[in-house]
């Protein structure tokens, strides 16, 4: 059974760090497009990383965030700086056989598997 596990949330004040990590295991395919996206009052695409590494990222976090991956430990990470109040959401890990996600960070369509989510609060 694929499982997706996100950890790695909390609270902090505007400007701080975090670093979201997800654990994946069973995932029937290798080398999947793997990505992060988040929801508040909407669902929005975060960051994605391709099996080569190339990775891509939604307009308002560019600078801010990274994507990275350990494929010995099937662990993806997102490293969060200069956290903002409008960061505040649920974060999601998510594999994207389709590939959709890594073409373009806003297109969620593709995703097939994601976890259960982390929340993310920074307040100002």
């Known amino acids: 059974q694929v499982q997706l596990v996100e950890s790695g949330g909390g609270s902090v004040q505007a400007g701080g760090s975090l670093t979201l990590s997800c654990v994946i295991s069973?995932?029937?395919?290798?080398?999947?497009?793997l990505g992060w996206f988040r929801q508040s009052a909407e669902r929005e695409g975060v960051a994605a990383i391709d099996?080569?590494?190339?990775?891509t990222y939604r307009d308002s976090v560019k600078g801010r965030f990274t994507i990275s991956k350990d494929n010995s430990k099937n662990t993806l990470y997102l490293q969060m700086n200069s956290l903002k109040p409008e960061d505040t959401a649920t974060y999601y890990c998510?594999?994207?056989?389709?590939?959709?996600?890594?073409?373009?960070?806003?297109?969620?369509?593709?995703?097939?598997?994601w976890g259960s989510g982390t929340l993310v609060t920074v307040s100002s």
């Open positions: 069973a995932y029937p395919y290798s080398s999947p497009c």
């Open positions: 099996s080569d590494g190339k990775t």
């Open positions: 998510a594999t994207d056989f389709s590939r959709q996600l890594c073409r373009d960070v806003g297109i969620l369509i593709g995703m097939d598997y």
